[in-house]
Antibody
C-alpha cells in the first residue's frame, strides 16, 4: 500500500521550533517530488513547501520563507519540515503529499497538528 | 502569486442534483489546474488534474473543464458521499496555490 505517515507535531511556544517527519512507503520515494500543505483550524488548504526527488531543489510559500526548511532522506524514505521562529498563525494541521509527475498531489498523509501558543 | 477564486463559497443542493463549481485564476494557468475533495477530519483526495483528467478510481460523475483562467468542476448527480468541500489548485507557477474552497452541503 502507498502510505505517508506524519509525526512530530505538538505544542510549541511563539519563537520556538519543531521538526515534522513524513515516513513514506509503497512507492519510489527518491523519484517523487514531495510537498507540505497546511490547514489552519476551520480554514482552507495552504501550500507550504516542496522538494524535488533528489532533494536539490526546494520552494517555499512567502509566509514561511526564511523560517521553515524542507529536506528529505531518500535512504530512509522520509520527508522533513523544520519549523523555526514559530508564530501563532502557523497553528495548523500539516499534511505531507506526494506529487505525481505533473505535480498534482495524489497521495496524502493523515496530517499532524502543530499548535503555537504560550 | 496566482490567486485562485472559487465560487460560490457554499452550494446547497439535494442528492441527485447537478453541482457546478467554479475556479477563476488571476492569470492564465493554461490547463494546469487540479481539483480536490475534502470531508471533515480527512485529508484531501485528488479528483481531477490538468483541468479534465480524472484521477485513478474517481467516478465518472466528476468532470472538469476549462483552460486559461476559468475552470469548472461538475458533479453530474450528487451522491450522499459527495457532500464535502472542494478545492482547486494550480501548478503553473511557484508558489503553488489553492482556492479558498467551495462547500457542497445538503439542502
Amino acid at each position: 500500500d502507498v502510505q505517508l505517515l506524519e509525526s512530530g507535531g505538538g505544542l510549541a511556544q511563539p519563537g520556538g521550533s519543531l521538526t515534522l517527519s513524513c515516513a513514506a512507503s509503497g512507492f519510489s520515494f527518491d523519484t517523487s517530488a514531495m510537498h507540505w500543505v497546511r490547514q489552519a483550524p476551520g480554514k482552507g488548504l495552504e501550500w507550504v513547501s516542496a522538494i524535488s526527488g533528489g532533494g536539490d531543489r526546494a520552494n517555499y510559500a512567502d509566509s514561511v520563507k526564511g523560517r521553515f526548511t524542507i529536506s528529505r532522506d531518500n535512504f530512509k524514505s522520509t520527508l522533513y519540515l523544520q519549523l523555526n521562529s514559530l508564530r501563532a498563525e502557523d497553528t495548523a494541521v500539516y499534511y505531507c503529499a506526494k506529487a505525481m509527475v505533473i505535480d498534482a498531489f495524489d497521495v496524502w498523509g493523515q496530517g499532524t497538528m502543530v499548535t503555537v501558543s504560550s | 502569486e496566482i490567486v485562485l477564486t472559487q465560487s460560490p463559497a457554499t452550494l446547497s443542493l439535494s442528492p441527485g442534483e447537478r453541482a457546478t463549481l467554479s475556479c477563476r485564476a488571476s492569470q492564465s494557468v493554461t490547463r494546469y489546474l487540479a481539483w480536490y475533495q475534502q470531508t471533515p477530519g480527512q485529508a484531501p483526495r485528488l479528483l481531477i488534474y490538468d483541468a479534465y483528467v480524472r484521477a485513478t478510481g474517481i467516478p465518472a460523475r466528476f468532470s472538469g473543464s476549462g483552460s486559461g483562467t476559468d475552470f469548472t468542476l461538475t458533479i453530474s448527480s450528487l451522491e450522499p458521499e459527495d457532500f464535502a468541500t472542494y478545492y482547486c489548485q494550480q501548478r503553473s507557477n511557484w508558489p503553488r496555490t489553492f482556492g479558498q474552497g467551495t462547500k457542497v452541503e445538503v439542502k
